[in-house]
């Protein structure tokens, strides 16, 4: 294994130590938990569609009530992730993550035992609040300690934890949400587990070594995490370096300086039409495919592709980012991704030429989506990744809550199947256009490494 060993008074720049070794048993840990709370986003997020039928139920909810539980839930989502991002970067990484994880998953328990319907609106939206901020930091939390060679793979293989979690609180819900109380096992459960987590936040996961460097604290909390990663490091006497910048002022108007406002629009714009598209697929899908013809149950199980395509689409492409242009294949996944959605409004007669669209839409969509996090997690400077990751989400959550409604606006106008899918296909196609122009920009947000942490270290 390759070591890394500097002289006294060296400077050690933290990422290069990270780079230099093998990924330790310590690293996949982290990667570990992070995909752990990203697969609990999920679940909480996505489980409250499958329960819509058996609280509407309860509460006799009229159709149009029950869409602003769906409504409170993803406004909550887009506030958080605006919210924690910056919070993350003044307050640190872990600490910010923990607060995420304790809020959603206590409002979560606390809907389980919610007497009325407005009361269950409020506390889906706080739940949400906690939720938008969970995502974004775990993705932080990983990002900061994954070796440059394989940052890609491994930042989606934990992104895909919400896809994930979003199919597994299908089958919870399906398990467990029987009987007409049955949906608030669910919310105790999805309440319950988070807040499971929470002592291996508190005494396993470590602050990120370049916050406490950008602060210029904790000196002996980077040697101590450091040592786990490379045992045979030499640190005495050693100053810490990182890669930082933009490491004063406000960490959001940080995002639109010079050398990061380009990129910092374009990845905005691209998570906005990348999640509009994908929640107006999600939402909408069987709904329109049925109208055009596909019976209902035919209809249900081909939308199910759609999480399916993700996952895989994910992965492949976090593998092809790592060896490729990273923005050419978001491009060019994204392309496909365009191109199947309109290949969805002519095919929609035959099953299997359908699912094979719909899988290539979710590949291509739902793949691109988690790839715009991992870029956001390295497209910013250390000082300010946290709000540069949690704002491309935000922003991209905004577009989710828009597609989720757009469907209705299209049925209404009584559109035909190839007109709908032709006019989705657009926004996507905007995005690709955005991760071209991310291509031509790549190295625009370039690192500068400041020595922030001086203090000599001793075993």
């Known amino acids: 294994m ?14 290069a130590v990270i780079d230099a070794n093998r990924l330790s048993t310590f690293q996949i840990f982290l990667a570990v938990v992070c995909f752990i709370v990203a697969v609990l986003d999920g679940i909480d997020v996505g489980v409250i569609g499958s329960l819509a039928p058996s609280i509407r139920m309860e509460w006799m909810v009229p159709p149009d009530r029950l869409s602003h539980l769906f409504g409170a839930g993803l406004v909550g989502l887009a506030l958080g992730a605006l919210v924690f991002g910056p919070l993350a970067d003044r307050f640190g990484r872990r600490s910010t993550l923990v607060i995420a994880v304790t809020g959603f998953g206590g409002a979560t328990l606390a809907c389980g035992f919610a007497n009325t319907f407005g009361m269950l609106v409020a506390l889906r939206f706080v739940a949400g609040l906690f939720l938008g901020g969970a995502l974004p930091n775990a993705i932080t939390v990983a990002s900061e300690y994954v070796p440059s060679r394989i940052r890609f793979t491994m930042l989606t293989i934990v992104s895909c934890g919400f896809s994930i979690g979003g199919a597994l609180g299908g089958v919870i819900a399906a398990q467990l949400a029987t009987g007409p109380e049955g949906w608030r096992h669910v919310l105790i459960l999805g309440g319950a587990l ?3 987590l929470l002592p ?9 070594v370049r916050f406490l460097i950008i602060k210029n604290r904790g000196h002996a909390r980077i040697a101590k995490t450091l040592r786990r990663i490379a045992p045979g490091a030499d640190l005495n006497g050693a100053t810490f370096v990182a890669p930082s910048g933009h490491e004063k002022g406000s960490p959001l108007a940080a995002l639109f300086a010079f ?10 714009v691209s998570q906005f039409m990348g999640l509009l598209v994908y929640y107006f697929m999600s939402s909408w899908l069987p709904t329109v495919i049925h109208s055009g013809g596909v019976n209902i149950r035919t209809s249900v199980l081909l939308t199910a ?5 993700t996952t895989v689409g994910a992965i492949a492409l976090g593998i092809l980012m790592d060896r490729l242009n990273a923005y050419r294949v978001l491009f060019v996944s994204l392309l496909l991704g365009t191109f199947c959605i309109v290949l969805i409004g002519q095919v929609y007669t035959h099953t299997i030429s359908l699912g094979c669209a ?7 969509i739902g793949g691109t989506i988690i790839g715009l996090n ?14 540069g990751v949690s704002w491309s989400l935000g922003i991209g959550r905004v577009g989710s809550i828009i597609g989720s409604m757009v469907g209705g606006v299209l ?3 009584q559109l035909n199947l190839q007109e709908i899918f032709t006019l989705i296909a657009v926004p996507a196609l905007t995005a690709a256009l955005c991760m071209a122009g991310m291509a031509r920009l790549a190295g625009a947000a370039g690192h500068k490494s400041v020595v922030l942490s001086r203090q000599p270290v001793q075993h």
């Open 259 to 268: 050398d990061l406002r380009r990129g910092t629009v374009l990845i905005w």
């Open 305 to 309: 592709m759609i999480p399916m395509g």
């Open 194 to 196: 988070p807040l499971l």
């Open 2 to 15: 390759n070591q890394v060993t500097v002289e006294q008074d060296k400077l050690i720049d933290v990422q």
């Open 374 to 387: 991992v870029i956001a997690a390295s497209f910013y400077p250390a000082a300010i990744r946290g709000t």
């Open 200 to 208: 291996i936040l508190l005494l396993a996961v470590p602050e990120s």
């Open 411 to 413: 049925i209404v106008l």
């Open 358 to 364: 719909i899988f290539g839409a979710g590949f291509g």
